[in-house]
Every structure is written in structure tokens, then in C-alpha cells.
């Protein structure tokens, strides 16, 4: 619906534009050890679904894995790459012995902007963009016989993140505890519902364009 997309966008606007807002690392001082060249890390999520896929569809825990890599020498400007699966609560009717599965797996990029706040904050923002994908699977029983039907799907998916690192050690591989929150839009996808039992094909599949906001907590390595 049009007012879903207009809410999403002031969202995800607002979480690039708070990039704009990071306060600058002061100058280096003389022999300051230079920023990783990259970290790599992972974490959990719990994915909240927006707009019109809530209907139907819950939200779960999923998990992610995700690298920064840095462009400049104190490490405040970089890119972003992300992969994320799971995340949605699965569909199950005991009364006729159905079910369905969703598996929610996202890549996406971007450009990332940290900033030191002093002392081992680290604050940051990031644009991304890339691929949605859903794999499907429903099981039904008639019978006593099984039925499974499965399928995948894939869209363009697009957002913005924003988040704090606290810098848990400062060694030669640092090691920084993350929070952040991601709103992304994943287009349309293919979702399936527990599947009504009618002798056939599973049915209660559904197509929409949805939105999975994201809260998310991670460990990172600097190397």
C-alpha cells in the first residue's frame, strides 16, 4: 500500500542521513596505530516484517555473517557486505497435518560511514543494496501420504542500517560488539502458508512486497 512505502522511505532516510550527522574522529596523532583493513564478524537478528507481509507472515531469529572493508587509513569510510538467512516463523496447521517453511536469505552492499566518538565507541550508518531471496517448501498429508512442494524466488532489495560498535579490545585484531538496527525492503517474494488439504497440490502460497525490520547483535574481528 502507498502509505507503507511512504513510512518505509522516512525510514530508511532517516538512517542515511543520521551518516551525515556521525561526528569526525579527531586528528591522528603522531604513531596512531591505522585501522584494520577489514573486519569480519557474526551475529543474530530478530527480523520484525513491515507493511503488507505482516499479515500473514510472522518474523523470527535469523543469523548473519558480514565483513567492513575500510577505504581510508582511519577506517571511517568503507564498505559493507552482508548475508543474512532465516528469520521467519514457520507455518504449521496440526489439524490437517500441514505445514509450510520460509527461508529469507539476503545479500546486499554498500557504503559504510564510522565514527570515534572517543574512547571505543564507534557509531556508523550504510546504504545497501542486492538480492532478496525466499525458498518455499509446504508439506501436506493426505492421505497418509506426504505431499511436498517447494520453490525459490529472488527480487531487488535496498535499505540502510545504523549502529554502535563498543571496542571490546584494542589489540592487533580487534574484537568490537556491535548493535544495530536494518530496515530493508526485499520486493516481491513468493511466501508460502500451511498448506489447505485438498487431495492436489499444496495451495497457500502468497505473493507480496514486504519490508524486514531488524534488530541485530554481532562480534567482529578486526584484521
Not at 529472488?154 to 563498543?166: C, N, S
Not at 502458508?193 to 541485530?216: H, K, M, Q, S, Y
Request: with cysteine; glycine share 12%.
Amino acid at each position: 500500500m502507498p502509505h507503507h512505502k511512504e513510512s518505509r522511505c522516512r525510514i530508511l532516510y532517516g538512517l542515511v542521513a543520521a551518516a551525515s550527522m556521525l561526528p569526525m574522529s579527531a586528528p591522528c596523532e603522531a604513531g596512531a596505530q591505522a585501522a584494520p583493513r577489514a573486519h569480519v564478524g557474526a551475529g543474530l537478528g530478530l527480523n520484525l516484517l513491515v507493511g503488507d507481509g505482516s499479515d500473514f507472515l510472522d518474523g523470527g531469529v535469523g543469523r548473519f555473517l558480514f565483513a567492513d572493508f575500510r577505504l581510508d587509513e582511519r577506517g571511517r569510510f568503507g564498505i559493507r557486505v552482508d548475508a543474512s538467512s532465516g528469520g521467519l516463523e514457520d507455518d504449521e496447521d496440526e489439524m490437517f497435518d500441514s505445514r509450510a517453511e520460509n527461508d529469507l536469505i539476503v545479500f546486499v552492499a554498500g557504503p559504510q560511514l564510522t565514527a570515534h566518538l572517543g574512547g571505543r565507541l564507534r557509531p556508523y550508518a550504510a546504504a545497501l543494496a542486492g538480492m532478496a531471496a525466499v525458498h518455499w517448501e509446504t508439506v501436506e498429508d493426505v492421505l497418509g501420504e506426504e505431499i511436498e512442494d517447494d520453490d525459490a524466488e529472488t527480487a531487488f532489495a535496498w535499505g540502510a542500517h545504523a549502529g554502535l560498535g563498543v571496542v571490546l579490545d584494542e589489540g592487533d585484531h580487534p574484537v568490537t560488539l556491535r548493535f544495530e538496527a536494518r530496515l530493508l525492503d526485499t520486493g516481491a517474494l513468493t511466501f508460502a502458508r500451511a498448506p489447505a488439504p485438498n487431495g492436489t497440490a499444496p495451495t497457500g502460497l502468497i505473493r507480496e512486497d514486504i519490508a524486514v525490520f531488524a534488530v541485530r547483535v554481532a562480534i567482529s574481528l578486526g584484521f
